[in-house]
């Protein structure tokens, strides 16, 4: 019977060290990391975003897209977030100057406008001054965005100046109205255009590679931010050979 009880009492001890250790491997710290960034970078964010996640089980990753100034005045009054990742050095800098940025901000790619037409391109745009044709409906960013700081750089250059039908508040709100026919033409990223795999085309014009029309794309840790050591990891992963991988096939330059 002695034997018997010493056997069960093992076994048991064996049970407990099992349970023990399983629920070690189970709990891994649940976070939530926040990530303010461009709408242009929605696409390449949102895949990167999973890979990420898959990388360090029990970290969700929420994105807020947006036009870079209105995400930037969001830091600045104090929304929650652990990263800002803009498309222009500019809107950063209204984050970095009131303080909201740890240490400087990276810039880790560039982006280059297009203009977005409907598939077989039916007005025939080929250039900024054929967007400024009479019967031409077109439609840029707002100027206090980056993709419409880039719009009126690229216009200066070309020595055109577009009356548009609207100014959006981000490059999304401009794609979805070429997208949707309620413009002919629209000035976005290359990203952008890519991002709907055929269902409007691009045409490249001398203007996009002006100063001021190509687009770099800084991103930091917001200061006070919980989360600053993930942060961080997002930053390099970003930076690193996944980033790099996903960005460019969205058609972003990477640094």
């Given at each position: 019977m002695?034997?018997?009880?010493?056997?069960?009492?093992?076994?048991?001890?064996?049970?407990?060290?099992?349970?023990?250790?399983?629920?070690?491997?189970?709990?891994?710290?649940?976070?939530?990391?926040?990530?303010s960034?461009?709408?242009?970078?929605?696409?390449?964010?949102?895949?990167?975003?999973?890979?990420?996640?898959?990388?360090?089980?029990g970290?969700?990753?929420?994105?807020?897209?947006?036009?870079?100034?209105?995400?930037?005045?969001?830091?600045?009054q104090?929304?929650?977030?652990?990263?800002?990742?803009?498309?222009?050095?500019?809107?950063?800098?209204?984050?970095?100057?009131a303080?909201?940025?740890?240490?400087?901000?990276?810039?880790?790619?560039?982006?280059?406008?297009?203009?977005?037409?409907?598939?077989?391109?039916?007005?025939?745009?080929?250039?900024?001054?054929?967007?400024?044709?009479?019967?031409?409906?077109?439609?840029?960013?707002?100027?206090?965005v980056?993709?419409?700081?880039?719009?009126?750089?690229?216009?200066?250059?070309?020595g055109?100046?577009l009356?548009?039908?609207?100014?959006?508040q981000?490059?999304?709100?401009?794609?979805?109205?070429?997208?949707?026919?309620?413009?002919?033409?629209?000035?976005?990223?290359?990203?952008?255009?890519?991002?709907?795999?055929?269902?409007?085309?691009?045409?490249?014009?001398?203007?996009?590679?002006a100063?001021?029309?190509?687009?770099?794309?800084?991103?930091?840790v917001?200061t006070?931010?919980?989360n600053a050591?993930?942060?961080?990891?997002?930053?390099?992963?970003?930076?690193?050979?996944?980033?790099?991988?996903?960005?460019?096939?969205?058609?972003?330059?990477?640094?």
């Open positions: 002695a034997g018997a009880a010493a056997v069960l009492g093992l076994a048991l001890t064996a049970c407990g060290g099992s349970d023990s250790g399983s629920g070690q491997q189970a709990q891994a710290p649940a976070r939530t990391l926040t990530v960034a461009a709408a242009s970078l929605t696409g390449a964010y949102q895949q990167l975003g999973n890979e990420f996640q898959a990388a360090n089980p970290t969700t990753v929420k994105f807020n897209f947006g036009g870079s100034d209105a995400l930037a005045q969001q830091v600045v104090g929304a929650p977030a652990d990263v800002l990742a803009t498309a222009s050095s500019k809107t950063m800098q209204t984050a970095v100057q303080g909201k940025i740890q240490g400087e901000p990276v810039v880790y790619a560039t982006n280059s406008l297009q203009i977005a037409v409907a598939p077989n391109n039916p007005k025939q745009i080929t250039d900024l001054a054929a967007m400024a044709r009479p019967g031409v409906i077109s439609v840029v960013c707002a100027p206090a980056p993709c419409g700081a880039a719009a009126e750089a690229a216009e200066k250059a070309a055109v100046t009356t548009p039908a609207s100014e959006e981000d490059v999304k709100g401009v794609l979805n109205r070429v997208q949707t026919g309620n413009a002919d033409a629209g000035l976005v990223y290359v990203t952008d255009v890519k991002s709907t795999q055929g269902k409007v085309t691009g045409v490249d014009f001398p203007q996009a590679s100063q001021g029309a190509v687009q770099s794309y800084p991103i930091g917001v006070g931010s919980q050591d993930l942060a961080q990891n997002w930053i390099n992963f970003v930076r690193g050979p996944q980033g790099a991988a996903a960005l460019q096939q969205a058609g972003f330059v990477t640094k």
